[in-house]
């Protein structure tokens, strides 16, 4: 990794605006030794980064194509490893008195707020290489990057799931007037 990737990425720390990662495609630069821990934690060199102005900050320049993710800037791309999701949702917070006026929000343990809805769907599937197989929910968050919900914000989730008529193994979630089956 070079200094002017630093510089490249530092014009948006204070910037609430998110910068337009899909419409940068330069070169790969190589692989970078970051990796985000399926817990959501950020690693770089071997070394937990403590600091959540700069995880923010790396979330923002964070780009998924096919099954790898990379670190970009309008002239530099650099590969890292994501054990599972990039994100953890760490809380919800729901408005609405009633399942039809529900809208249910997440917040992702680099700050970012969706409203689960047609723009940000909700879904489940297996964590890789996890010991259990049950599948855990999971909501897209943008430009195809997913957050996974941890067990405290899965276990408030879970008191809006509704049991679905068709399949009793499976539940239905309401929110912005839409319907989730999981």
Known sequence: MTASFYQQIQQYSDNTAL??????????????QCVIKQNGDWWLDGTPIKRPALIRLYSTVLKKEANDYFLVTPVEKWQITVEDLPFVITEIS???????????????????????????????????????????????????????????SYNDLAQYLQPNQQDPQRYDLRSADNNFLL
């Open 19 to 32: 910068p337009p990662v899909a419409k940068w495609n330069p070169p790969l630069s190589g692989d970078m």
């Open 94 to 152: 729901v408005t609405g008195s009633s399942t039809t006026q529900q809208r249910i929000l997440a917040r992702t343990n680099v700050g970012d707020w969706v409203t689960i809805d047609k723009d940000h769907p909700i879904a489940s599937s297996k964590i890789a290489n996890a010991a259990h197989q049950t599948a855990v929910p999971y909501v897209f968050v943008r430009d195809n990057l997913c957050a996974r919900f941890n067990r405290n």
